[in-house]
Nanobody, 125 residues
């Protein structure tokens, strides 16, 4: 499984960005997908996750109401729409795939089997 993120960049506080994660290698609809982020000097944290069908989504408290995760299984892609960005959202954003049979979205990064290379989001104040 290969995951490739795109869409990061430098924006101002209050702006929006849309991150994409393109997957290849196996049947995409078999994966739970999570977005994580890692800010400078900090650990990796869960941001949002989406179930295999796309019917269930989960968000970390700091991004609830501002970020929206979605997936298009026909396009083997997952998206993270980020609105009302804040300087504290600055981080490298990673998408990750959980291939476990029967899995549901988890915030535990160790449950994810494959990771992309990350895309940098910088929000200036």
């Amino acid at each position: 499984v290969q995951l490739v993120e795109s869409g990061g960049g430098l924006v101002q506080a209050g702006d929006s960005l849309r991150l994409s994660c393109a997957a290849s290698g196996r049947t995409f609809s078999n994966y739970v997908i999570g977005w994580f982020r890692q800010a400078p000097g900090k650990g990796r944290e869960f941001v949002a996750g989406v179930s295999k069908s796309g019917g269930n989504t989960y968000y970390a408290e700091p991004v609830k109401g501002r970020f929206t995760i979605s997936r298009d299984n026909a396009k083997n892609s997952v998206y993270l729409q980020m609105n009302s960005l804040k300087p504290e959202d600055t981080a490298v954003y990673y998408c990750a795939a959980d291939l476990r049979v029967g899995s549901v979205v988890t915030v535990n990064s160790r449950s994810y089997d494959y990771w992309g290379q990350g895309t940098l989001v910088t929000v200036s104040s």
